[in-house]
Structure formats: C-alpha cells, structure tokens
C-alpha cells in the first residue's frame, strides 16, 4: 500500500506570492492533517479535514487555509508568503478518527526568499 | 536535508546499551500519547502509542511509560542500534480533538 504522498518536496518562493501544496493521503484514510515544522517553533498544527470537512484548526492566521476533495486529497495554500514561513509542512492521513494512528508524508520544504 | 530543530536536547548512548528518552506533556487533559521517530529527510514515523488509562505499554524493543500525577512520557529503546539515532517526539492529544501536541523533541545519537 502506498505511503502519503506529498507535492512538491521542495519549493522556492518570493515573500507576498501564493503558494499551494497537496497531499495524497493512504488509500481509504478519510482524515488529512497539516503541520508545519520550524526549528523555532516545532512541530505545530495547521488544521485537520474529514470528508471535505474542517474538522479542527490550529492557530495560525487566515493566510492559512486548506481544502479536501471527495477522493480525500488535500491541498493547504499559503497567501502573500512571509520570510517566517519558511517550513517543512508535513501532511498526515488516518483513517478516521482523532485516535488513529496517523501516517506522515515525507513533507513539503517551503523556502521564502 | 534536516527536518528539525538545530539546538535539540542530545542522548548519546552506546550501541547496545538501553535509551530512554523522557518527554513533559502540557496538558492534563490529553488522554491520548503517541511516540514518533523523525530521520532526518522524512516525516515522523509512528513508534508506540498509550492511552491514559493504561501506565505503560510494550512493543517490540520499546517501552512507553505514563505517569499522568506528574504529566510525564518517556520511551525506553532495548539495545539500542546505530539505526535508532533519529529525533524522538512525543505527542499528545484527547479523543476528542484530531490535533496532536508535539513536543520539542530530543536527538538520539547511537554510538558504534
């Protein structure tokens, strides 16, 4: 079975552009999490999406959104970039519920010059 | 390329030798832990999870350990091998939330 795939690993943005990275969750995992992971700051969540659903959100501000599709592939997008946000952000699927085990993607390296 | 923090606590244990690795959780009401292993170009792996009402929990060559009167995780590794040496998180979370709480994390380093 396939792992959680994530598009692209490694992405190099100018500060105030848009950006919109995807996650392809496990196939039949219906739950699709997104972290971001600084040195600084660590492992933080973004927000959370159950068929089609947000579910759960982190504090981060609304430059950070999110979306799921009926396949349950996700996209996050990050509007009018900042040099803080220069992150690996990581994608995790399970299968439902807030207490399955969650599978990590490898994760996507934002870069903002 | 490196996923984690560049001034993480460090073990570094002998090859062979037992790990523990200890974690503070921050919320008393999270009755959900979960253990990760980072390597560095990846996500987070699972490694063993814990519910709150159970202390401790085996796996194969890892041990969770809970003690919820002081908020405190650890992870014991047996016989440690050079294919351990990764960032440990632990994380926490209730039932009723889909968000996990990581923790800063802690770099194991084995030693040939």
């Known amino acids: 079975k396939a792992g959680v795939t994530q598009t692209p690993r490694y992405l190099i943005k100018t500060r105030g552009q848009q950006v919109t990275l995807s996650c392809s969750p496990i196939?039949?995992?219906?739950?699709v999490s997104w972290y971001q992971q600084t040195p600084g700051q660590g492992l933080q969540f973004l927000f959370e999406?159950?068929?089609?659903?947000?579910?759960n959100k982190g504090n981060f501000p609304g430059r950070f959104s999110g979306r799921q599709f009926s396949n349950s592939r996700s996209e996050m997008n990050v509007s009018t970039l900042e040099l803080g946000d220069s992150a690996l952000y990581l994608c995790?699927?399970?299968?439902?519920?807030?207490?399955?085990?969650?599978?990590f993607g490898p994760g996507t390296r934002l870069t903002v010059t | 390329g490196e996923s984690v923090g560049l001034h993480l606590p460090t073990l570094s244990v002998q090859e062979g030798d037992n790990s523990i690795i200890n974690c503070a959780y921050s919320?008393?009401?999270?009755?959900?832990f979960i253990w990760y292993k980072q390597e560095s170009g990846k996500g987070p792996q699972f490694i063993i999870d814990?519910?709150?009402?159970?202390d401790k929990r085996q796996g194969q060559r890892v041990t969770v350990l809970l003690n919820k009167t002081v908020k405190h995780l650890s992870l014991q590794i047996a016989a440690t091998q050079p294919g351990d040496s990764a960032v440990y998180f632990c994380?926490?979370?209730?039932?009723?939330?889909?968000?996990?709480?990581f923790g800063s994390g802690t770099r194991l380093l084995v030693r040939p």
């Open positions: 196939s039949g995992h219906r739950s």
């Open positions: 994380a926490e979370t209730m039932d009723s939330s889909y968000k996990l709480i």
């Open positions: 999406y159950f068929s089609e659903t947000q579910r």
């Open positions: 919320n008393s009401a999270s009755d959900y």
């Open positions: 995790a699927s399970s299968v439902s519920a807030g207490d399955d085990e969650q599978y």
């Open positions: 814990i519910r709150s009402n159970m």
